[in-house]
């Protein structure tokens, strides 16, 4: 059951990331986050409301709120990166949000191996070579890059917090409520600040009416995607959920490629590889 949940967490996230990387290239990526997140978390108080979910608030929904708070800076970085694209580069560097997992359990006395350490030097040197490694030109520009590491930072600190946050089917319901609030909260008050400043938060032609079930979806799948690794993590060891969930580039990658057509330099394929390969060797290690 851990694999399956998992399994079905990498599918779940890599095509709510396709997706949030498509509209973003039309949309701005706070009003992105702020309405793909504001229909989950619709959908998701209907749910704690009729499970009676209520009942389980305590202290663990504190880390819920943590999460909600680093969850729209991850996915904005990230769904910038992905309308800069490529996908199947950025994406894939993505998955170094495994990292976080791994360095909390160094800091509760875990001692990297070497099968660990070699981990970290592949995917250092996976994240070099998919930048270029030269910038001028190259369709992978420097910005994504930064932006797709920021967002694995902040995707791997959720990804701790979210697995604290409840101990119950009903208390996860709950807890995604509450980081889903948060996290339409802080998008709100970024996407506001923005349009103060000058920067749109819509297109000239207005909300695009057509790309909402788009919106609903990603919404959908990236809440559904918590709650299925948090399952998994509970279920098995978190080291097996974290590889199995980290596939998720693979979906996200086919996707580009089925839909987008789009081609990698021979170079940051491979340095995309590395990164990927880099994130397993941290996990299993």
Do not use: H
């Amino acid at each position: 059951m851990t694999a399956f949940f998992a399994l079905a967490t990498s599918l779940l996230w890599g095509l709510a990331d396709f997706g949030g990387g498509v509209l973003t290239r039309r949309l701005p990526a706070l009003t992105v986050v702020v309405v793909s997140q504001g229909i989950a978390a619709a959908v998701l108080g209907a749910i704690v409301v009729a499970t009676g979910g209520w009942s389980e608030a305590g202290p663990r929904l504190w880390f819920a709120c943590a999460a909600g708070l680093a969850g729209p800076v991850a996915l904005i970085c990230f769904y910038k990166a992905l309308a800069l694209g490529p996908m199947g580069v950025v994406s894939p560097l993505g998955t170094l949000s495994v990292a976080i997992p791994v360095g909390v359990g160094l800091c509760l006395g875990e001692r990297p191996g070497p099968v660990q350490a070699m981990g970290i030097a592949v995917a250092v040197a996976g994240v070099i070579l998919a930048g270029g490694p030269q910038m001028r030109g190259a369709p992978v520009q420097r910005r994504a890059i930064i932006l797709t590491l920021i967002a694995a930072l902040g995707f791997g600190t959720v990804f701790v917090l979210i697995a604290e946050a409840s101990t119950t089917v009903t208390g996860l319901f709950l807890a995604l409520f509450v980081q889903r609030v948060v996290n339409v909260g802080v998008g709100g008050a970024a996407l506001y600040v923005s349009v103060r400043r000058g920067a749109p938060a819509l297109p000239a032609t207005g909300f695009p009416w057509p790309s909402l079930p788009a919106l609903a979806f990603v919404g959908l799948a990236d809440v559904a995607a918590n709650g299925t690794y948090a399952v998994a993590a509970r279920l098995g060891p978190v080291t097996v959920a974290a590889v199995l969930a980290s596939l998720y580039p693979v979906v996200t990658a086919l996707a580009a490629r089925g839909f987008l057509r789009e081609r990698l330099r021979t170079l940051q394929t491979a340095g995309a590889g590395l990164a990927l390969l880099g994130t397993v060797l941290l996990a299993t290690g």
